[in-house]
């Protein structure tokens, strides 16, 4: 059985999803007065054509103006059997530090090697958020958005970008979705300690998502694969350089688990030549391993055979969590629309994460990404709390459904992510708050029992 047959293609979801966004207006946040920094990241899509599909020149050539995307999902090469559509994403070995890796999605307290989108802070000068995402892809990955062989398709919702536990906005994150128009992509040049990979939407999405949700062809769910990362607490709720303060912290609290997909970069860079169809094997390698590797044409010749330059297909697994995860299941959520039915099977389709920490949470079904914030903490008593003191959370989200299931109305008007979130985090804060107080409190009788005993006994 060909790979085609055994996975479903993603083109027709793709081909939906991205109609949907470039007709859907997103909802932007307005930056306040006492914050005006904003960032933009951008979404990179393309679709690889199967490796034995014969690429013509009329294929290769950039269009000299962008075509419809209904023409675009026409063509032969994008639905060519084995066609695999995928996203680019980025690991930066060192991401700026001028905001505690949030842009990155890392934040302190945490080691997990991480993915991210290409972008950045809003600069002065700049024309707006998509000029942001266009020149700073440039900058990072020597990537021209602005050429004729890419689009762009539309905006996803503004996100805030908050500090720990959502106490303060740092800034406003928009994210740009752009569509490679051609079959192959254009050389790049990454900037030091960055590699690019492309990953596959079926590593993303459920596979009854994929065969139309008919799970009577589905054996059982093997994508995407939800793990977990670990942040310490202590490092969001203590000052940095206080270690007593931050090993006291971790006493009483514990740690803090985010929800992440764990994603396969075995897969090759590109399947067709970058740049020009004419150009050899060799230079092919070359560019292939540029791509792949970060490395810069220049270094290549260090290698003292062609075997070197060939890209090696190991075997890494990077963890999607943080605010990348968010974006991600934003854009994902237009591929598989939300079920709110309560019948059984209903949410097997789902992008939430299978386990009954999710329900738990009480995550709504049409904004998955809402899982990407929302930790579970290592504590049991600490879970509980939450749940106790979440009841305006809880409120926040049947107002939600009730909006999307009276045909979403509400939906646009209202911020009901933002809600969600300060609803849920005031929870959190409440419940954090009570826990170390109640545990300070253990404490201190138990180091006065303890000193009677040994004293006064």
């Known amino acids: 059985m060909s790979?085609?047959?055994?996975?479903?293609?993603?083109?027709?979801?793709?081909?939906?999803?991205?109609?949907?966004?470039?007709?859907?207006?997103?909802?932007?946040?307005?930056?306040?007065?006492t914050q005006p920094r904003r960032a933009a990241v951008a979404l990179i899509i393309r679709v690889s054509p199967p490796p034995n599909f014969p690429i013509t020149s009329d294929n290769t050539s950039t269009p000299t103006s962008s075509?419809?995307?209904?023409?675009?999902?026409?063509?032969?090469?994008?639905?060519?059997?084995?066609?695999?559509?995928?996203?680019?994403?980025?690991?930066?070995?060192?991401?700026?530090?001028?905001?505690?890796?949030?842009?990155?999605?890392?934040?302190p307290g945490s080691s997990e090697a991480h993915v991210a989108f290409p972008g950045g802070r809003?600069?002065?000068?700049?024309?707006?958020?998509?000029?942001?995402?266009?020149?700073?892809?440039?900058?990072e990955i020597g990537l021209d958005l602005a050429e004729n062989a890419y689009t762009a398709v539309g905006?996803?919702?503004?996100?805030?970008?908050?500090?720990?536990?959502?106490?303060?906005?740092?800034?406003?994150?928009?994210?740009?979705?752009?569509?490679?128009?051609?079959?192959h992509t254009t050389s790049v040049d990454p900037a030091s300690g960055t590699t690019l990979h492309w990953v596959p939407f079926s590593e993303l999405l459920p596979e009854s998502v994929l065969a139309g949700n008919s799970s009577k062809h589905v054996l059982h769910e093997r994508k995407p694969r939800w793990s977990n990362v670990t942040v310490d607490a202590s490092s969001r709720l203590a000052p940095r350089h206080s270690t007593v303060l931050r090993l006291l912290m971790r006493?009483?609290?514990?740690?803090?688990?985010?929800?992440?997909?764990?994603?396969?970069?075995?897969?090759?860079?590109?399947?067709?030549?970058?740049?020009?169809?004419?150009?050899?094997?060799?230079?092919t390698d070359e560019k292939r391993g540029q791509v792949e590797?970060?490395?810069?044409?220049?270094?290549?010749?260090?290698?003292?055979?062609?075997?070197?330059?060939?890209?090696?297909?190991?075997?890494?697994?990077?963890?999607?969590?943080?605010?990348?995860?968010?974006?991600?299941?934003?854009?994902?959520?237009?591929m598989a629309p939300p079920v709110l039915s309560s019948a059984e099977g209903s949410r097997r389709g789902s992008l939430l994460p299978p386990d009954s920490e999710t329900e738990a949470m009480g995550v709504p079904a049409m904004a998955p990404s809402?899982?990407?914030?929302?930790?579970?903490?290592?504590?049991?008593?600490?879970?509980?709390?939450?749940?106790?003191?979440?009841?305006?959370?809880?409120?926040?989200?049947?107002?939600?459904?009730?909006?999307?299931?009276?045909?979403?109305?509400?939906?646009?008007?209202?911020?009901?992510?933002?809600?969600?979130?300060?609803t849920f985090y005031a929870a959190v804060r409440k419940a954090l708050l009570l826990v170390i107080v109640v545990r300070a409190i253990f404490v201190l009788i138990g180091l006065v029992l303890g000193g009677w005993f040994l004293f006064f006994r």
Do not use: C
Request: hydrophobic share 35%.
């Open 293 to 334: 590797q970060g490395s810069h044409l220049s270094n290549l010749g260090r290698h003292s055979s062609l075997s070197k330059l060939r890209p090696r297909r190991r075997r890494q697994e990077l963890k999607l969590w943080g605010l990348s995860l968010g974006m991600t299941l934003d854009l994902l959520a237009y």
């Open 122 to 139: 809003t600069e002065d000068g700049d024309e707006g958020g998509m000029y942001t995402a266009m020149r700073q892809t440039w900058e």
């Open 370 to 422: 809402l899982t990407s914030v929302f930790p579970r903490f290592s504590y049991p008593d600490v879970n509980f709390w939450i749940w106790v003191f979440g009841k305006r959370y809880r409120e926040v989200v049947r107002g939600w459904e009730a909006s999307v299931r009276a045909g979403g109305v509400n939906d646009r008007r209202i911020n009901w992510t933002g809600s969600a979130l300060n």
């Open 251 to 283: 006493l009483l609290v514990g740690s803090m688990k985010f929800p992440a997909i764990v994603i396969d970069t075995s897969y090759p860079t590109d399947v067709h030549t970058i740049g020009s169809p004419s150009i050899d094997g060799k230079a």
């Open 155 to 183: 905006q996803l919702d503004d996100r805030e970008i908050t500090t720990s536990l959502g106490k303060r906005l740092l800034m406003i994150l928009s994210p740009y979705v752009f569509l490679q128009l051609t079959p």
């Open 3 to 33: 790979a085609a047959q055994e996975h479903p293609s993603a083109i027709p979801l793709l081909s939906r999803a991205l109609h949907q966004i470039r007709s859907t207006p997103p909802r932007i946040i307005s930056s306040p007065a």
């Open 67 to 107: 075509p419809a995307l209904t023409e675009f999902f026409q063509q032969d090469w994008v639905n060519a059997p084995g066609a695999r559509p995928e996203i680019l994403f980025l690991r930066r070995e060192r991401p700026d530090g001028s905001d505690g890796g949030r842009m990155s999605g890392i934040g």
